[in-house]
């Protein structure tokens, strides 16, 4: 590649880029890859920060939130633009644990390249290659830098091959790290394409021929690189050339690289270490000269909001304005700030704009789409936001105080609006049940929730009607970490979390009777009324049945329903551990009644009595959900996951065979056995694996479990 040095990215940040002048580039990689050091080493080396921050001591650029300082993680999605040799690149640093898959989606749609990091040290596990697997789902470019390549146990051989082994034989390396000897540190960089040495020393970088002693190796891996820029690039008649022996220009290499990377076929490899700036040149250069601009990246599917499909658009500047919400923040100051893609024409504060979303109506929106007014535009720096004038086509900014948009939401002109395809959200499967410690705190946590739910669209709220509890459907314990710091540090509301209680309910397996006895006389206007029951299970233990044989009229006709309503309510309670009871017929035979102290209340009391008394003689027992579980994991791992699966008293209904190495299990397992199932399949499957899950009946507890439920939790 070129060897020109940085310009800094401080120039003009009011002023709007051409498309062909920006790269929106997302780095991905496992947690502990170094990706945000990474992002200190480019800031730095671009003029844009005079020296990179320390992650230990929470001064770094990109985890500036409260909860990543302390937890000392990245969580969330950050922008940090840079400029080199005049064109604006666009960092979306990403969190590299799976809880936060929904923000490194958010990236993957903000940007048109990504760049992957691949530890030294530990090579590539498996939630690295989902994550790859992700990119090509979407057909993003991809380039791969090895980092920590300065750490003792950093093996740069064993890594890339083992980038060969995860991604296919179109990897292949840029650039060979040097040693002044076995055990010494890194100190240069051999371009294979150039055949030059780049050495660093005290922060400077000097060209120089490679030693004789790395000559031969220079030669085998730039003959593997050549013929795979143009393989990957299609040009026939260049490899005809090579092939002949002819020795090709690196300018033609050059340009060959660039068709290949932009296509989206081959990924070259880089090398970094962030804490010595070796490699930085290296990588700004790939991203400016590799990978494609916005203006060669195809656009999401876009329609109008009735669902015809739109044509013609492009990254256009003076083209119709299409601009998408890949992530909302808020400022304790500012308030909302949302992180836009402009992928059409151009964003502009004060302006009104059209704003349409999927599920807009399912979020409170009345109408499903509102006009709004465009407030101040900046460009995110870490916590700092720089004014700016506009932002074209293809460039990424933030908008503050945005009313009803939301992550996902397309913001389009008033006369033209339009609505883009929304990318995939993973579903949140760790339940997390959450009590307000205080009143104080009860009153406050509602719209402390709901502001949370606008920030994070993987955060699922519920208030279960059966269990009465309010329980955040979470992506992992890490995910649920911050959400309750969150809760207690940014809004002040204090809260515990609580067992869980699964959705159970309570039947019968035996025919049985009751009495129902209410007479209170106490002197005044007393109460009365006396019913017997008669109980059953009917089939499928699902269901309610109430039948009146009472003749004679000894419970009077217009208090019969009144023991139905107190049968129904205390079904409603629960008799055996306060769940709601199902699946029984109650007929109503008997009763007596009182021509002065009889009333309503009087028996729907004596029914509540009647069928607690035939509930303890009938057999009484628990039914539990079975839900039906998809599990997608490697082939390696079928058998860990089936065998975990049968111990959770789950049936494996069997297995099928997925594209790349993958199968699908599915089984039917009882709830209460997969509560915590998002963290332990990912133990199971070292990371790799995936599930879905779906209610499919209510089915009888085991008597034991049923007994420990019982002891456990009584009826109030």
């Not at 005809?240 to 060959?256: H, M, T």
């Not at 008669?534 to 009144?562: H, M, T, W, Y």
């Not at 998809?630 to 297995?655: E, F, I, K, N, Q």
Request: aromatic fraction near 4%; hydrophobic fraction near 40%.
């Amino acid at each position: 590649m070129a060897t020109t040095g940085s310009g800094s990215a401080g120039a003009a940040p009011g002023r709007a880029p051409a498309a062909d002048q920006v790269r929106n580039v997302v780095l991905v990689g496992h947690s502990g890859t170094g990706k945000t050091s990474l992002v200190e080493a480019l800031l730095a080396a671009t003029g844009t920060i005079q020296r990179p921050g320390s992650i230990e001591e929470g001064t770094t650029v990109s985890d500036f939130d409260e909860v990543e300082i302390r937890q000392q993680r990245s969580v969330n999605l950050t922008l940090e633009p840079v400029i080199h040799n005049g064109i604006k690149v666009n960092l979306l640093d990403t969190p590299g644990y799976a809880d936060f898959t929904g923000d490194l989606r958010a990236g993957l749609r903000a940007a048109d390249s990504a760049l992957f990091a691949v530890s030294a040290t530990d090579g590539i596990d498996g939630v690295t290659r989902m994550l790859w697997d992700e990119c090509a789902a979407v057909g993003m470019p991809r380039a791969v830098v090895i980092t920590k390549i300065d750490h003792q146990r950093a093996d740069f051989d064993a890594t890339l091959a083992a980038c060969r082994d995860a991604f296919g034989e179109s990897v292949a390396p840029l650039y060979l790290p040097v040693k002044a000897g076995e055990n010494e540190p890194v100190t240069g960089l051999i371009g294979l394409l150039s055949q030059k040495l780049f050495s660093y020393s005290g922060g400077s970088r000097t060209e120089g021929a490679p030693a004789e002693a790395d000559v031969e190796r220079m030669e085998e891996l730039r003959g593997e690189l050549i013929e795979g820029i143009i393989q990957e690039s299609e040009d026939e008649t260049l490899m005809d050339r090579y092939l002949s022996g002819e020795d090709i220009d690196p300018k033609v290499l050059i340009e060959d690289l660039e068709k290949a990377v932009a296509l989206g076929s081959f990924y070259p490899v880089l090398v970094a270490s962030a804490p010595h700036k070796i490699g930085m040149t290296e990588l700004l250069e790939v991203m400016t000269q590799a990978f494609p601009s916005p203006a060669e990246h195809p656009l999401p599917t876009v329609t109008t909001p009735d669902g015809k499909q739109v044509g013609g658009l492009s990254p256009d500047p003076s083209g119709a304005l299409l601009a998408e919400v890949v992530k909302t923040t808020s400022d304790s100051f500012v308030g909302r700030i949302s992180l836009v893609r402009v992928f059409s024409g151009t964003l502009r504060p004060d302006a009104a704009v059209h704003v349409s979303g999927h599920g807009r109506a399912e979020r409170g929106h009345a109408d499903h789409d509102d006009d709004e007014r465009i407030g101040a535009l900046t460009s995110p720096l870490g916590k700092q936001q720089r004014q700016l004038a506009q932002c074209a086509a293809g460039d990424i900014c933030a908008v503050a105080k945005l009313g009803t948009a939301e992550t996902g939401d397309t913001l389009s002109d008033k006369e033209k609006p339009l609505l883009m395809e929304p990318w995939s959200m993973p579903e949140p499967l760790l339940p997390v049940a959450i009590v307000a410690k205080s009143k104080a705190d009860e009153d406050k946590l509602s719209q402390a929730l709901s502001r949370l739910v606008i920030e994070d669209p993987t955060l699922r709220l519920e208030m279960n009607p059966e269990t009465r509890q309010l329980v955040l459907w979470c992506m992992g314990e890490a995910h649920a970490d911050v959400l309750l710091d969150r809760l207690g540090n940014r809004y002040g509301v204090a809260v515990e979390t609580t067992d869980l209680r699964v959705p159970l309910r309570e039947t019968i397996a035996a025919k049985a009777s009751g009495l129902g006895r209410n007479v209170k006389q106490t002197g005044g206007h007393g109460e009365y009324g006396i019913c017997h029951i008669e109980i059953e299970p009917l089939e499928d233990s699902a269901g309610f049945e109430f039948v009146d044989k009472i003749v004679g009229g000894v419970v009077p006709r217009q208090f019969i329903p009144s023991v139905e309503k107190g049968v129904r309510w205390q079904m409603e309670q629960g008799v055996v551990a306060g769940y709601p009871m199902t699946g029984l017929r109650v007929t109503l035979f008997d009763g007596k009644a009182h021509s002065v102290d009889s009333s309503d209340m009087a028996f729907q009391k004596a029914g509540r009595l009647a069928l607690k008394d035939a509930v303890d003689k009938a057999s009484p027992a628990l039914l539990e959900p079975v839900d039906e579980v998809s599990v997608l994991v490697p082939d390696d791992y079928v058998g860990a996951v089936m065998s975990d699966l049968s111990s959770r008293r789950g049936r494996v209904l069997g297995t099928e065979p997925v594209p790349v190495g993958r199968t699908l299990v599915k089984a039917e397992v009882p709830e209460l056995e997969i509560t915590r199932y998002a963290i332990d399949l990912r133990s199971v499957s070292h990371g790799t694996g995936s599930f879905a899950r779906k209610y499919l009946r209510h089915e009888p507890l085991p008597s034991h479990l049923a007994a420990k439920v019982a002891a456990d939790s009584k009826p109030d």
